[in-house]
């Protein structure tokens, strides 16, 4: 399902950033099963913290070192004990797992989406 369309505007407002996932570790005060996410977002936005629920798909080592898009504009939001900074973007599969969202190279951190 398809929604209703946006503008270009709209779509600028959203700022899609990359950056390296420094650490993971697991967030057992989340409701759900989720990690806790550190990401360098390159030098002006520093790094930010995140809950993502990927626990099904990747393991807090297979997460450290890896490029993710993530958004950066949305006001932090309070998850339990932590105030996530950002959100961590991913695809559900065929099984319902969440696939990050990532760029097929190097790039570096903090480039903005286009």
Known sequence: MVTEPISWEDFTRVELRVGRVLSAREF???????????????????????????TERYTPDELVGRLVVAVVNFPPKQIGPLMSEC????????????LLCTPDGEVPLGSRLL
Do not use: C
Request: glycine share 10%; aromatic share 6%.
């Open 28 to 54: 057992p005060e989340a409701r759900k099963p989720a990690y806790v996410l550190e990401v360098d977002l390159g030098p002006e936005l520093g790094v930010r913290k995140s809950s993502a629920q990927i």
């Open 87 to 98: 959100l961590v973007t991913g695809f559900h599969d065929v099984q319902g797992q969440v």
